[in-house]
Nanobody
Framework: QLELVESGGGLVQPGGSLLLACSAS????????IGWFRQAPGKEREGVSC??????RRNFRDSVKGRFTVARDHITAYLRLNNLKPDDTGVYFC????????????????????WGRGTQVTVSS
């Protein structure tokens, strides 16, 4: 049972950057693929990015391609948010699944059994 914790959210101006982190209280994330999701006020949660269990595959939703990057090490997964826009505002969640391959397309909520509680990202001037 993984208990994931996100950190790094905050208030940033349009065009700014944030680095989100996802960890399992220091436990290894080896063999777990990671998905990143977000939920804007009044909207459904949507997949943003994923990285495979071995780090070899990464995918992004179209609206963040070229602005967001994803990375990982043995105990932490990262989502770097660059050139942020007001539409990027929302609660960002990380999720994990054993041996998740992160194949083409956005990650799907139903693929992930382990979730964090989220971190708020607000983009506003």
């Amino acid at each position: 049972q993984l208990e994931l914790v996100e950190s790094g959210g905050g208030l940033v101006q349009p065009g700014g950057s944030l680095l989100l982190a996802c960890s399992a209280s220091g436990l290894s994330l080896d063999d777990y693929g990671i998905g990143w999701f977000r939920q804007a006020p009044g909207k459904e949660r949507e997949g943003v990015s994923c990285i495979s269990d071995d780090g070899s595959r990464r995918n992004f939703r179209d609206s963040v391609k070229g602005r967001f990057t994803v990375a990982r090490d043995h105990i932490t997964a990262y989502l770097r948010l660059n050139n942020l826009k007001p539409d990027d505002t929302g609660v960002y969640f990380c999720a994990a699944d054993y041996l998740y391959p992160c194949e083409a397309g956005e990650p799907r909520e139903s693929d992930f059994p382990y979730w964090g509680r989220g971190t708020q990202v607000t983009v506003s001037s």
